[in-house]
């Protein structure tokens, strides 16, 4: 039961390029998106957060949009830079369930910046 | 910049033996978890741990699993007698605060299980 889906396994984008990830989510009680990143051997490391009550959330280069209608986010990255190649996984939780603040994290997208 | 940390970074062990997986959470942080990922799999919820207690627990979580929290510091996951299929990556994570506060994710454990 596939509850946040990422559909590209990967992604490769030109340095200096915009690089788009995208996010879907099933449950429609999830209200509290993440996006990390993960290089190999390392644990994942968050970036960048949005709340079901806003739309757009930007931090430096990147901006996470969330599409509550369509159950769909995307994580932009502007300009893509070479460091930024890592895995990228979506991740979802049910904010306001008392004691539940269990993430739901999506399969990954590998996404590798070209120099 | 503080971070989560997990000792040891690799374990291997033979099945039938128990094994503590060891995280030190960040420091003023009150929600403990730990997460699992099988080789190719996704990250898996495992527990959740607020207040001296188990607050919530996946179906994975089964009678095998324990969690301690055995001083100011430490956060410990045990697994009582490990099997094949308990090998995967465990990574354990804190947050500030229950709801919307980002979870921070130490660099995990390897565990291997012959």
């Known amino acids: 039961d596939q509850q946040v889906k990422q559909n590209s396994p990967s992604l490769s984008v030109q340095e200096g390029r915009i690089s788009i990830l995208n996010c879907d989510y099933t449950n429609s009680m999830f209200d509290y998106f993440l996006w990390y990143k993960k290089y190999p051997a390392e644990g994942p490391t968050f970036l960048i957060s949005i709340s079901s009550i806003k739309d757009k959330n930007e931090d430096g280069r990147f901006t996470v949009f969330l599409n509550k209608s369509a159950k769909h986010l995307s994580l932009h990255i502007v300009p893509s830079q070479p460091g930024d190649s890592a895995v990228y996984f979506c991740?979802?939780?049910?904010?306001?369930?008392?004691?539940?603040?269990?993430?739901?994290f999506g399969k990954g997208t590998k996404l590798s910046v070209i120099p | 910049e503080p971070e989560v940390t997990q000792t040891p970074s690799h374990q291997v062990t033979q099945m039938g033996q128990e094994v503590i997986l060891r995280c030190v959470p960040i420091?003023?942080?009150?929600?403990f978890y730990w997460y699992r990922q099988i080789l190719g799999q996704k990250v898996e919820f495992l527990v959740s741990f607020y207040n001296n207690e188990i607050s919530e627990k996946s179906e994975i979580f089964d009678d095998q699993f324990s969690v301690e929290r055995p001083d100011g510091s430490n956060f410990t996951l045990k697994i009582r007698s490990t099997k094949l299929e308990d090998s995967a990556m465990y990574f354990c994570?804190?947050?500030?605060?229950?709801?919307?506060?980002?979870?921070?994710f130490g660099p995990g454990t390897r565990l291997t299980v012959t």
């Open positions: 991740a979802a939780s049910e904010s306001v369930r008392a004691g539940s603040y269990q993430l739901t």
């Open positions: 994570a804190s947050s500030e605060g229950g709801g919307v506060y980002e979870q921070y």
């Open positions: 420091s003023n942080h009150l929600y």
